[in-house]
């Protein structure tokens, strides 16, 4: 076990050693090396893993761009984890209004999947590598997780609201986040990537009014 205070020192280590000037190539082996995680591998280049760079013509700083990336895989993890959630929901809910709430979630699932599509290529139009693995899912996600088996439509409609409520905070702290970086791009990704979330938020929470 490493404690965070290691972890924290090795990252600072690994920052100091990627210069603007170190040669791709060599961190692109670094990555190579300590992708199996093998006996000989130090920590440090597992850290570097995270920072594992390629080579681009793209102008913005390497520092915005590895802000950038470490930002982009966030939000992806959670984008990830968020449609496996409401497609989990679109198919275990049931009751009243059932039609229209199986295929509103669907919908939002197709929306989400596309948030996630282009959150992972702007992560690598940076430079980086777009970390959409399910074992990194599960340990970068920021969203809390759905119940398994909810007891009725209402419950699926409420947990997929604050869901969906959670992403939209992350998604729209991350446009101010990517907007005092330098990244104007990043942060229109964000900007549009909020919208959807909001729009997707208020038909969910639509569900939830009591008929009068
Ligand atoms: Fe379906």
Same mark, same amino acid.
């Given at each position: 076990?490493? /404690?965070?205070?290691?972890?924290?020192?090795?990252?600072?280590?690994?920052?100091?050693?990627?210069?603007?000037?170190? /040669?791709?190539?060599?961190?692109?082996?670094? *990555?190579?090396?300590?992708? %199996?995680? /093998? #006996?000989?591998?130090?920590?440090?280049?597992? +850290?570097?893993?995270?920072?594992?760079?390629?080579?681009?013509?793209?102008?913005? %700083?390497?520092?915005?761009? +590895?802000?950038?990336?470490? @930002? =982009?895989?966030?939000? @992806?993890?959670?984008?990830?984890? =968020?449609?496996?959630?409401?497609?989990?929901?679109?198919?275990?809910? #049931?009751? %009243?209004? *059932?039609?229209?709430?199986?295929?509103? *979630?669907?919908?939002?699932?197709?929306? +989400?999947?596309?948030? &996630?599509?282009?959150?992972?290529?702007?992560?690598?139009?940076?430079?980086?590598?777009?970390?959409?693995?399910?074992?990194?899912?599960?340990?970068?996600?920021?969203? #809390? &997780?759905?119940?398994?088996? !909810? %007891?009725?439509?209402? /419950?699926?409609?409420?947990? +997929?609201?604050? &869901?969906?409520?959670?992403?939209?905070?992350?998604?729209?702290?991350?446009?101010?986040?990517?907007?005092?970086?330098?990244? #104007?791009?990043?942060?229109?990704?964000?900007?549009?990537?909020?919208?959807?979330?909001?729009?997707? !938020?208020? *038909?969910?929470?639509?569900?939830?009014?009591?008929?009068?």
């Amino acid at each position: 076990m490493i /404690s965070r205070g290691y972890r924290r020192t090795t990252r600072a280590t690994a920052n100091a050693k990627i210069r603007d000037n170190e /040669s791709p190539r060599r961190r692109l082996r670094s *990555f190579l090396l300590c992708a %199996p995680h /093998s #006996k000989d591998v130090s920590h440090t280049r597992c +850290v570097q893993k995270e920072l594992t760079m390629h080579r681009t013509k793209n102008d913005l %700083p390497e520092s915005t761009r +590895v802000a950038m990336i470490k @930002l =982009l895989n966030d939000r @992806l993890a959670d984008a990830i984890d =968020l449609f496996n959630q409401v497609k989990h929901a679109h198919w275990n809910v #049931k009751g %009243p209004n *059932f039609i229209a709430i199986h295929e509103l *979630f669907d919908q939002v699932a197709e929306h +989400v999947e596309e948030a &996630s599509d282009d959150l992972a290529e702007r992560a690598v139009q940076l430079g980086g590598v777009a970390d959409g693995l399910t074992a990194s899912i599960a340990k970068r996600t920021s969203i #809390k &997780s759905i119940g398994l088996d !909810l %007891p009725d439509g209402r /419950s699926y409609v409420d947990a +997929v609201s604050t &869901s969906l409520a959670e992403y939209g905070a992350k998604v729209r702290q991350a446009i101010d986040t990517a907007d005092k970086a330098g990244d #104007k791009g990043t942060a229109d990704l964000f900007t549009e990537l909020s919208r959807s979330a909001d729009k997707d !938020l208020w *038909f969910v929470e639509a569900h939830l009014y009591s008929e009068r």
